[in-house]
């Protein structure tokens, strides 16, 4: 297993917008609404959920009523659909969830999944019973929690303030799980009102300002928009039941049944790898999928084609880029997503039973990069995580990623990135030899 690389983000990573462009608009949801005026007795109960909410000073009332108050408006929402899906806003008291493999401990106040609409009905029974019982502490209702995959989206909710940096890092961490979904809605909740937060994969964006909590436009629009999340999923990966982190992936029609090991989300690049097997021929293979911003020329695609059938370098199965694109307002950013399927390689450079080992493997390294670079090919990213030691046993270095490299151009001194490139490729080995002889 490698060492996970999680960036947490800051409140300062987000960036404010006026309108909340993301979330379906105010006419989109009107039918809700309109159905939700005529039925009175609802109406009704939600005001009087919000008073609760404002006035209480006990977190676990307002904790019950918040959780009540959403789950009946999703209930309305989807009693008007024809798919029988329903959002469920889950409690869930000091609890990790499930499918943790970047043990991060995260644990959100509140979490949303699909249900039915029986099992949300039940689970709305469930939180009233709870609160006529007045627990001093949120009650563990029997409902099973969703596993990471099947998160929807994270809501942290408090009496007084929020923590900005906490709700950020679980927007973070929930979209490195769902990597099957092209953004994600958080929700922040307090006595006075709520905020919203959404995070895609171009940029990062925070509602500016916040709601009443009687303002049911605003509420029907965001769980209106968590429907809209998973309906506009990628079709191409998909959450298995079967594990707490198991995905089939179909790319060019050839599926995948892999398990993720480590996963970024930069403001650079995002970035979710995980490895398993190729069922079509029971094969080992390592997945790739990343938003690459289409600013850059070049993609690992064209840079494999470039290397050829290099000896070190895993072998290329498959580099597909998907049509949809993702574009910030007035096109500052752009990201296309790709999938990049390789040969599956073995054992981490921690791997090495001696130092002669090592050096050995760094060595072959200097060799396979001397030989990028003869190719016109650049890494930029020789890291502790990107040179893997061969299955086999033997000491055999492959280089994991080529998500960095770019193709040589010329400098404005008018010596070529590549003859720097294969001089300093060419002092290094013989620094490695040497050291490797026992010269040094």
């Not at 942290?156 to 906490?166: A, G, P």
């Not at 890092?169 to 809605?185: A, C, E, H, P």
């Not at 995580?385 to 994991?400: A, E, P, R």
Request: charged content about 20%.
């Amino acid at each position: 297993m490698h060492p996970l690389i999680l960036r947490n983000l800051s409140p300062s990573s987000y960036r404010e917008v006026n309108q909340l462009d993301w979330l379906p608009s105010a006419e989109a949801i009107q039918p809700f609404f309109a159905t939700l005026n005529e039925d009175t007795a609802l109406l009704g109960n939600l005001k009087n959920l919000t008073q609760i909410i404002q006035n209480s000073t006990k977190g676990t009332l307002s904790y019950l009523s918040t959780a009540l108050l959403l789950n009946k408006l999703s209930l309305h929402i989807s009693t008007q659909r024809a798919d029988g899906r329903s959002v469920a806003f889950l409690l869930n008291p000091n609890n990790p969830l499930p499918g943790d493999f970047l043990n991060t401990r995260a644990q959100p106040d509140m979490i949303s999944r699909l249900f039915t609409s029986d099992e949300l009905e039940g689970y709305i029974e469930q939180l009233m019973n709870a609160r006529q019982a007045k627990p001093k502490r949120i009650p563990k209702l029997g409902t099973l929690r969703p596993a990471w995959g099947e998160t929807l989206a994270p809501l942290e909710l408090k009496t007084r303030e929020y923590r900005k940096d906490k709700i950020c890092n679980y927007l973070d961490i929930n979209k490195i799980y769902r990597v099957d979904l092209s953004y994600i809605l958080g929700f922040a909740g307090r006595q006075s009102g709520f905020d919203l937060f959404t995070l895609s994969p171009s940029i990062m964006q925070r509602s500016k300002g916040s709601y009443p909590w009687n303002d049911f436009v605003t509420l029907l629009r965001y769980i209106v928009g968590l429907y809209k999340c998973y309906e506009t999923r990628d079709p191409n990966i998909e959450f298995l039941p079967i594990a707490s982190q198991a995905w089939m992936c179909k790319i060019d029609d050839r599926n995948h049944l892999v398990f993720p090991f480590i996963a970024t989300h930069g403001p650079g690049r995002s970035t979710w790898v995980a490895t398993g097997f190729d069922l079509e021929d029971n094969t080992s293979v390592i997945v790739k999928v990343s938003w690459v911003d289409m600013t850059v020329p070049e993609d690992e695609g064209k840079m494999y084609t470039l290397l050829g059938e290099l000896p070190g370098l895993m072998h290329l199965r498959k580099f597909w880029k998907a049509t949809n694109v993702d574009t910030v307002k007035g096109g500052v950013i752009e990201r296309r997503k790709c999938y990049l399927v390789t040969d599956s390689i073995g054992l981490p450079l921690s791997k090495c039973r001696s130092v002669s080992e090592f050096l050995s493997v760094m060595d072959q390294l200097c060799q396979v990069i001397d030989e990028m670079h003869n190719r016109g090919v650049f890494h930029r990213d020789i890291s502790w995580y990107n040179v893997m030691l061969d299955k086999t046993g033997t000491i055999s270095s492959s280089i994991l990623s080529a998500g960095t490299a770019v193709s040589s151009t010329a400098t404005a001194s008018g010596l070529s990135t590549q003859e720097k490139a294969r001089d300093e490729s060419k002092e290094s080995m013989e620094f490695i030899s040497d050291l490797h002889a026992g010269k040094s």
